[in-house]
């Protein structure tokens, strides 16, 4: 079992930058790849990036390539999502992920049905 516990999420005007956490705990091994999606109301739930913890490896949607950078704290267990230059559209639920396989080449799989633990999410909204 893995748990997870995202925090960080706000409000903010267009522009601005927020740092999303996710804090793990249980099982290593299927801590290997880590990810965040987020779901927007009416929307289905959408692939944001994704880490390798171990290769380091990362993967990024198009839609957030050069504005968000994920990263981890090893001692600390923890993932994060930073946020640049968000934009309204970027207003969601963010959710982190767990529990999917890497693929041979090292890179973490971008869709939510290959991740089996979620946490909680936490709400970001950009304001224009």
């Known amino acids: 079992q893995v748990q997870l516990v995202e925090s960080g999420g706000g409000s903010v005007q267009a522009g601005g930058s927020l740092r999303l956490s996710c804090a793990a705990s249980g099982y290593t091994d299927s801590r290997n790849c880590m990810g965040w999606f987020r779901q927007a109301p009416g929307k289905p739930r959408e692939w944001v990036a994704t880490?390798?913890?171990?290769?380091?490896?990362?993967g990024y949607a198009d839609s957030v390539k050069g504005r968000f950078t994920i990263s981890q704290d090893n001692a600390k267990n923890t993932v994060y999502l930073q946020m640049n230059s968000l934009k309204p559209e970027d207003t969601a639920m963010y959710y982190c992920?767990?529990?999917?396989?890497?693929?041979?080449?090292?890179?973490?799989?971008?869709?939510?049905?290959?991740?089996?633990?979620w946490g909680q999410g936490t709400q970001v909204t950009v304001s224009s």
């Open positions: 992920a767990a529990g999917a396989r890497p693929f041979s080449w090292g890179t973490c799989s971008w869709a939510s049905s290959a991740y089996n633990y």
């Open positions: 880490l390798n913890t171990r290769a380091g490896a990362t």
